[in-house]
Nanobody
Framework: QVMLVESGVVLVQSGGSLTLSCAASRLTSIYWTIGWFRQAPGKEREGISAISLSDNSTYYIDSVKGRLTISRDHAKDTVYLQMNNLEPEDTAVYYC?????????????????????WGQGTQVTVSS
């Protein structure tokens, strides 16, 4: 059973930065894709970034390009999401998820239905 455990700073001021981490276990195939999602209060879950573990190729939705960086530490089986210049609108529960269904990297979208395994979520609050 694949397990994903997220951690990271949960409270940050507007304009600040944070890095979320997603520690994965039992990802025995190189063909996994790890995605990051967020769900703000009253809104649907939104896929924001993904990384293919086969070649480290990445994807970002347009609204976060330039502010977010997804990366992985192969030795630690951990994927990171660095977020800069945070705004109150970034307040949400952030989830990482794992998928074996995404072929032909780089990822071209981050769609929740493609992901089978999910972390528990981390509440991130950006204060103004």
């Amino acid at each position: 059973q694949v397990m994903l455990v997220e951690s990271g700073v949960v409270l940050v001021q507007s304009g600040g930065s944070l890095t979320l981490s997603c520690a994965a276990s039992r990802l025995t195939s190189i063909y996994w894709t790890i995605g990051w999602f967020r769900q703000a209060p009253g809104k649907e879950r939104e896929g924001i970034s993904a990384i293919s573990l086969s070649d480290n190729s990445t994807y970002y939705i347009d609204s976060v390009k330039g502010r977010l960086t997804i990366s992985r530490d192969h030795a630690k089986d951990t994927v990171y999401l660095q977020m800069n210049n945070l705004e109150p609108e970034d307040t949400a529960v952030y989830y990482c998820a794992a998928s074996l269904e995404i072929e032909d990297p780089p990822p071209k979208a981050v769609i929740a239905d493609d992901y089978s395994y999910w972390g528990q979520g981390t509440q991130v609050t950006v204060s103004s």
